[in-house]
């Protein structure tokens, strides 16, 4: 079975674009979730989706969005751009948040650079 | 919230050596609790979990992380390391939410280095 794909796994933007990143999740899992990976923070948490619908949100203001569509492949999005927005940014997949144990599957990142 | 704290960032040992990797979670009712290995340029590999039972978890190649409730601890114990484990260890935990398990929350790493 193959694992969770990410693309592109590098990225390098300018302040001020914006970026779209896509997450294919493994077959049979409809939930993804987004973690973004920095030296100073750390891993924290993006936002979550299943089914097509945002479940739980992190504390990142609204310049960060997802989607999920119906074949639960996810993509987020970022605007204008920040410097601190460099970060590597972690999908991973699981099969529902709904079941009592609810294993996360990473996949390899995308790894976006601003300048 | 839940937060995690592992009072590392980094280990270096030599190899052949036993290594611990500290975590601390703050409280809560029920946890579950994991750790997670990322080596270089690659996502996150689930290493071992706890979610109910024997405060002992073992993963299949040789770490081990004891639960204690009372000291809100998961510390990852290897007693020989080899060079191959090189790589960063996050600590992560997630509250029980409605039955059903909530978001993970991760600690900020540590970095074993193990020397020949």
């Known amino acids: 079975k193959a694992g969770v794909t990410q693309t592109p796994r590098y990225l390098i933007k300018t302040r001020g674009q914006q970026v779209t990143l896509s997450c294919s999740p493994i077959?049979?899992?409809?939930?993804v979730s987004w973690y973004q990976q920095t030296p100073g923070q750390g891993l924290q948490f993006l936002f979550e989706?299943?089914?097509?619908?945002?479940?739980n949100k992190g504390n990142f203001p609204g310049r960060f969005s997802g989607r999920q569509f119906s074949n639960s492949r996810s993509e987020m999005n970022v605007s204008t751009l920040e410097l601190g927005d460099s970060a590597l940014y972690l999908c991973?997949?699981?099969?529902?948040?709904?079941?009592?144990?609810?294993?996360?599957?990473f996949g390899p990142g995308t790894r976006l650079t601003v300048l | 919230a839940q937060s995690v704290t592992q009072l590392d960032s980094q280990v270096p040992v030599f190899e052949e050596a036993p290594v611990e990797l500290r975590c601390n979670y703050s409280?809560?009712?029920?946890?579950?609790l994991f750790w997670y290995v990322q080596y270089p340029n690659q996502g996150l590999q689930l290493l071992l979990k706890?979610?109910?039972?024997?405060?002992l978890v073992e993963s299949i190649n040789g770490f081990e992380a004891e639960f204690n409730k009372s000291q809100t601890s998961f510390h990852l114990r290897k007693p020989s390391v080899h060079i191959s484990d090189t790589a960063e260890y996050f600590c992560?935990?997630?509250?029980?939410?409605?039955?059903?398990?909530?978001?993970?929350?991760f600690g900020k790493g540590t970095k074993l280095s193990v020397k020949p």
């Open positions: 409280s809560s009712v029920s946890v579950y």
């Open positions: 077959s049979g899992h409809r939930s």
């Open positions: 706890y979610l109910s039972g024997s405060t």
């Open positions: 989706y299943f089914s097509e619908t945002q479940r």
């Open positions: 991973a997949s699981s099969l529902s948040p709904r079941a009592q144990y609810n294993e996360q599957f």
């Open positions: 992560a935990v997630s509250d029980k939410v409605g039955g059903s398990q909530g978001n993970l929350i």
